[in-house]
């Protein structure tokens, strides 16, 4: 992963595009459905309860009384603590065929906010914050906006301190979306003039060079169109794909596309050494979290999102900021 940890055309106003007939039509199943847990973690657990068993045979009360606290203690910091303490990740990403006038071109990733769930809304203000702040150059927003239907009437409020970026702000949506109502949070969000793309594109220009920003609709609960996505899209134009679910990255790779946005995995919430990540959902098996090369010429960031259930250990909330470099 290579990214360094610390701390023009005019904003687009054209109309959402709807969502594709034969999206919005499909039923489904809001239910979680398949996710993977990982068995080193299952093991490491299995191990963990063996030995602990075994420690408090040996050291009677006293033992049990020590693993009591040492357990309520990583509890409360991974219930209470961790889910609500958000970071800037700075992420720098090279491509040797970048055009000179991307280089330095910084976009602002926003993921999973999952407004609804608990410490959602404090970690969402705060990330508007540093993007506020740092004033990127375009902004993307990689779906999965609420996870309850009563949460979208936050969204306008909540949002409208957000920069307006002179490459403008594109999203896609997520399969909490689709499932709290695709309808409502376009509506919500479009006197913001945040674009979504679903199955489409836009070319803007940057230092004097194209970029084409393109969106394809959710893998779980949409009906993503990687042709439709870049249909008409300039040939060897840097090519920049929103898609909520990382796993789309493989064909992606097969279409040409340089670099993806992603979210969905919230990074498996729980991530340790050794361990990789404890959960992770499908269409987020192959590219769990962070930075990786898909092939020969593209490459994918999964941001481990603000929000979700509200467990966090080592797998902390991110707002991002991606500036691309040349070589």
Known sequence: MNHDHLSSIPHP????PSVPTQARTRRFD???????YSGRWLGATAAGGLLASLTVAAGG????IALGAAGAAGAAYALLHEPRSPRLERVTLHFPTLPAGLDGLRIGQISDMHLGMRFTTGNSRWAIAQLAREQPDLLAFTGDFVSYKHAIQQLPLLLAAL????LGAYAVLGNHDYWEGVAAIQHALA???IVFLTNAHRQVSFGGAALVVAGVDDLWGGVPDMHAALTGAPQGAFTL???HCPDMADEAALHGVHLQLSGHTHGGHMKLPGLGSFCLPRHGWRYPVGH????ATTQVYVSRGLGGLPLRLG????VTLITLRRG
């Not at 809001?30 to 993977?36: L, N």
């Open 13 to 16: 106003a054209s109309p959402i």
């Open 30 to 36: 809001p239910r979680p459905g398949r996710v993977r």
């Open 61 to 64: 009360l006293p033992a049990f």
């Open 163 to 166: 920069p307006r970026p002179p």
């Open 191 to 193: 006197p913001l003039g």
């Open 241 to 243: 794909l929103l898609a």
């Open 292 to 295: 990786a090369h898909v092939g």
């Open 315 to 318: 797998c902390p909330p991110e």
